[in-house]
């Protein structure tokens, strides 16, 4: 509460001067899921700069025992055309990278078991090469951050979104919407104070055999990009 202090007549009077909440921001705990992924999208579209650092991690489960396969990225964004995103994973006793990069009109794919990079036509081409083997974060923030540009579903078309009982994590207060993506269902945590998705867990069960995934995000909008966070050069990433 603010008080303003003025003098009137010879008196000192203290005046009350708490304001309202504005009507075209509503109170959190007010908002319906579609209201929710609605900032989300708008955030995500409008921010300068955009950078994570995440892990995609998928347990599979069944009869005879569980295992789990954690694939970390990182992405770069820097509006309009300055893009970086990697993923790696270890498989097989090696250590896999894949790399999408853009600079301008130059746009490259750098897979560790391809020799050299390929060049691309698109972004949109690029990401589609690294989605599949990335867990599925190749595609998810980029959608969101170039919709115009990155096609196909986006988490802002979950299906049937309904807010969840919101959750605090770390001081990190979340909504949590609950919904289907395609035909697997999912929840989405999304940080109450900047619309941004920290964490994704989605469940598939086919049979006997399930996988359990949950993706997280550190992410930060409108921040300086370091240009080391932005170069290409596969040698220097780590």
Known sequence: ?????????????????ELPARADEPRPDTLKAQDVLDRLAKVYAGCKTYRDTGVVKTVFVEATGSWA????FTTAFVRPDRFRFQYAETRGGLDH????????????????????????????????????????????????????????????????ATRAEDATIDTVNYFRIRGTFGD???????????????RIDSTK?????????????????????PDESLEFDPAKAK
């Open 205 to 225: 069960t086919i049979g006997n055999f399930s996988t359990e995934e949950t993706t997280t995000y550190d992410p930060v909008i409108d921040d300086e990009i």
């Open 184 to 198: 697997v269902p999912m929840t989405l945590w999304i940080d109450k104070n900047t619309f941004l998705v920290r």
């Open 97 to 160: 990278r894949f790399i999408v990069w853009r600079k301008g009109d130059e746009i490259r794919a750098w897979w560790t078991v391809k020799p050299g990079f390929e060049k691309r036509d698109s972004l949109e081409l690029a990401l589609a090469g690294a989605t599949g083997v990335s867990g599925g974060s190749a595609h998810t923030v980029p959608a969101l951050l170039l919709p115009n540009e990155v096609g196909g579903r986006r988490l802002t078309d979950i299906a049937e």
């Open 1 to 17: 509460m603010r008080r303003v202090f003025t003098l009137a007549a010879g008196f000192l009077i203290v005046v009350s001067t």
């Open 69 to 72: 396969v954690e694939k970390p």
